[in-house]
């Protein structure tokens, strides 16, 4: 590191990498959940509407037991790549949320998202995954519009509970034929 020239001190490769990992899942590549926290409260400042796609893999706990975790985690890589891969806007954030589970925060109104989702579902139950492993992918979904904030303190526990309704909504999700469910600002799930 310089400052007007002068070495004022050095980042090592191993420094680098320990920074990383506090935000990067290193697995997946893909930015740990804070990323869709930081970058909800983003759009919201910026008068955006948010909405949050959380998406469950389906029945992970018997792929790992079945086909041992090297392969669980082959599994994980390969739908972090198809989500990379389908992300095509500025407005869109990816994260691994944790274990099988990964958010996208969009700026889309629900029935946007609700099409993306359909989209993705099916692009994941399509894929050729390594020793024809069936993947598939539940998912739920919940936006809230900027005039659902009424003040700061109000935009940090919104997003907690918008986070919280997704993720309750990809486990209804499971029990639907089409593996998605839309909680829209009438289902009031408790965070």
């Known amino acids: 590191v310089k400052e007007k ?4 001190g050095f980042v090592t490769k191993t420094v680098l990498k320990i920074e990383l ?16 926290f930081y970058n909800a409260y983003k759009f919201i400042k910026k008068g955006k509407q948010v909405s949050i796609i959380f998406i469950d893999l389906d029945n992970f706990g018997f792929i790992n037991k079945k086909y ?32 099988d589970e990964f958010a996208i ?11 993306f989702a ?6 994941i139950r399509k894929y050729n995954f390594p020793d024809e492993i ?6 739920g979904m919940t936006e809230y519009k900027v005039d659902d904030f009424n003040d700061e303190n109000d935009i940090f526990d919104s997003i907690n509970k918008l986070v919280n309704n ?13 593996h998605l469910f839309v909680a829209d600002n009438k289902d009031k799930m408790k965070a």
Do not use: P, Q, W
Request: hydrophobic content about 40%.
């Open 166 to 178: 997704a993720s309750l909504a990809s486990t209804k999700a499971k029990s639907t034929s089409s």
């Open 21 to 36: 990992g506090r935000h990067v899942d290193l697995l997946t590549g893909l930015y740990k959940n804070d990323y869709i």
């Open 68 to 99: 041992g975790h090297v392969n669980g985690d082959k599994i994980l890589k390969l739908v972090a790549s198809i989500l990379k891969e389908n992300i095509t806007s500025d407005d869109i954030c990816l994260c691994r949320y944790a274990g």
């Open 5 to 8: 020239n002068i070495v004022v």
């Open 118 to 123: 359909k989209k993705l579902i099916k692009l």
């Open 134 to 139: 069936l993947v598939s992918v539940s998912i």
């Open 105 to 115: 925060l969009t700026s889309y109104c629900l029935n946007e998202s609700e099409v």
